[in-house]
């Protein structure tokens, strides 16, 4: 996999290349802001780009802005977010473009290793991570008297593992059960919250969101 | 040439407005202490201490169109919420009853001036008509009292006696309508000595609270990610001792020092947030309080109308408000929902969160202390109020934007 990394803080920047570098993969460009970030991706055209939300010159939110600029300028090219704090607004904006492969998740769960790579390869496979921090933001959000309340703890469980992005086998590893109970769990979810079903991870992932952040 | 143009009509507006205000006053504080001994007359007594806040706040518009610059207002805060609280503070309040003084004198003040203005320039126009008033009088000649023009010759010099009437109408009648205006704004605005006790005493409220928050943060940090991150160290410092010797050991270690960073690493975060939120900066005063209203154990309905970002301190004050304030709603009230409320009017913020608990927020509690040091420090005012059921908290900020 050919991989732009962009983070300002240099320990940060090296501790990721290594970490990836380790899995054998090739680190094309490692940059340290907005716009070096647009640059190398168009110049590089990666697998997958991981971005530090917080970067010069503007030290907001300028890493989604540029993630944004690059996916325009180079449609479909797959972007995980990395932030100290994940906020369901940021997410909202990150998947208002089109196409999938975006991904967003708290700096904290690069310490996960595996995990963390395994949402890398899901992202630049098209799919999505989604943070649980944001889709517990989302949940709590809404009013707990609505369709929500109609799902059993274990359709909520797999409601919360969908919008992170899993696919049905990642969410029967992750609850320890087999596929074709998680399948059913997932048509019943979405017949209770009247969802168009769907196959593919992705638009899942969309619909879910959809319902949540409406 | 303005300023005795607006001197003029403050003074003759004065008198009519000095008038009215005389009548309903005197009438209605004789209504109500006659009426008071069947109690009758307390809501009336009550009724025109509002009705007085309303004239003082139109009078200040006059005397501020006088003098060409607003007038300040500065009432204390009511430190209860309802009509009782109000009452019992603004009867308290100097500026009340200085307010009740300029509107029973300006009907005497407002007749001088009145006066003043009319003679200087009716005088003056008079005079300056003379030669055509005779005319047309004729014969007997003019009456002026102490004098009598009798030839068109002796009329002709009311001409050059009028300007210079006119001429001295001008200072005379701005100086009047000046200083009427002068003597209502010291009734009407707060006081200097006022103001800079005030400020002496937010400012002191504002360095206690900060150094209160440094003290809280040193103990977070100290307490928890601090003693994680040497538990951490001591943990890997054993397991690189046993790495040949006993590895599964080692292992275990390993594994509780990377359980202990992971914890450590989101401590930090939530100290960091609780100093100062990233999105509050980044996106404004509504997407944070919709992240920190999504976290709360307690279901929150949001109403927050905010068109434009706010100046930063007016932000960070008003988030700060509500953290606090739903903190305390999840931890003692024992609700079920809470409601916070957020409007924008011209140059003030208002802020408003309302719970369905058990109430019983104490005002003088270190929390909402510290909230009201905060608050204050804005030139902003803050009110805790017993609902039945529940607690509202009411914050109003100064927003120059």
């Known amino acids: ?214 | 040439m303005a300023a005795t143009w607006r001197a003029n009509t403050f003074l003759l507006v004065s008198f009519p407005v000095g008038l009215a205000t005389f009548t309903f006053l005197v009438t209605a504080i004789a209504l109500g202490v006659g009426l008071a001994i069947i109690w009758v007359g307390v809501p009336i007594l009550a009724g025109t201490l509002v009705a007085s806040r309303w004239l003082a706040r139109f009078e200040r518009r006059r005397v501020g169109f006088a003098l060409a610059e607003p007038v300040p207002s500065g009432y204390r805060a009511p430190q209860r919420r309802g009509m009782l609280g109000w009452l019992r503070t603004a009867i308290g309040d100097a500026a009340t009853w200085k307010d009740l003084v300029w509107l029973l004198i300006l009907m005497p003040l407002g007749i001088v001036g009145f006066t003043i203005s009319i003679s200087a320039w009716g005088t003056g126009l008079g005079l300056l008509a003379l030669p055509a008033w005779y005319s047309a009088v004729g014969d007997p000649g003019v009456d002026l009292g102490a004098l009598r023009v009798d030839t068109l010759d002796e009329a002709w010099i009311g001409i050059p006696v009028g300007l210079v009437v006119l001429t001295l109408a001008v200072p005379l009648t701005r100086g009047a309508g000046i200083g009427l205006a002068l003597l209502g704004r010291a009734l009407l605005a707060p006081s200097e000595r006022r103001r800079v006790v005030e400020l002496e005493r937010t400012r002191a409220g504002a360095v206690d609270s900060q150094a209160a928050e440094l003290q809280r943060i040193e103990r977070d940090l100290h307490d928890g990610a601090q003693a994680r991150l040497v538990a951490l160290a001591m943990d890997l410092g054993m397991a690189q001792e046993k790495l040949d010797s006993d590895p599964v050991a080692a292992r275990a270690l390993v594994a509780g020092a990377h359980g202990e960073a992971k914890r450590a690493l989101s401590e930090l975060r939530d100290l960091s947030r609780g100093i100062y939120p990233a999105i509050l900066t980044d996106r404004g005063l509504g997407p944070a309080l919709s992240s920190i209203a999504a976290r709360n154990p307690v279901e929150v309905a949001l109403d927050v109308k905010l068109d434009d970002r706010l100046p930063a301190a007016t932000e960070a004050a008003a988030y700060f408000v509500v953290v606090e304030a739903l903190t305390n709603v999840a931890k003692h009230s024992g609700a079920d929902h809470c409601r916070v409320r957020i409007v924008h009017r011209r140059d003030r913020l208002q802020l408003e969160v309302s719970d369905d608990g058990d109430g019983g927020a104490d005002p003088a509690g270190a929390g909402l202390t510290g909230l009201r040091q905060r608050v204050e420090a804005l030139d902003g005012t803050l009110a805790v109020a017993e609902a039945h059921p529940g607690t509202t908290i009411r914050a109003e900020l100064p927003c120059a934007s």
């Open chain 1, 1 to 214: 996999m050919r991989v732009v990394i962009a983070e300002d803080l240099t320990l940060l920047r090296e501790g990721l290349s290594r970490l990836l570098g380790d899995r054998g993969w090739e680190i094309v460009a490692a940059v340290d802001d907005g716009p070096k970030l647009v640059q190398a991706i168009v110049e590089h055209r990666p697998d997958i780009a991981v971005v530090d939300v917080r970067l010069p010159p503007s030290f907001t939110d300028e890493g989604i802005r540029a993630a944004i600029e690059a996916r325009e300028r180079v449609p479909g090219t797959p972007i995980l977010i990395l932030s100290q704090y994940v906020e369901e607004s940021y997410a909202s904006d990150l998947l208002a473009g089109a196409g999938g492969g975006v991904g967003y998740l708290l700096k904290d769960r690069v310490a996960d290793v595996r995990q963390f790579v395994e949402s890398l390869e899901r992202v630049a496979a098209g799919g999505t991570a989604m943070d649980p921090e944001v889709v517990a933001q989302l949940l709590g959000r809404r009013d707990n008297r609505g369709p929500l309340a109609e799902l059993t703890p274990r359709e909520r469980e797999v409601l919360a593992l969908m919008a992170e992005g899993r696919s049905n086998t990642g969410i029967g590893v992750e609850l320890g059960i087999s596929s074709s109970a998680i399948e059913k769990h997932v048509k019943q979810v979405f017949i209770k919250l009247d969802l168009p079903p769907s196959d593919e991870d992705h638009r899942r992932v969309l619909a879910v969101l959809a319902y949540l952040g409406s």
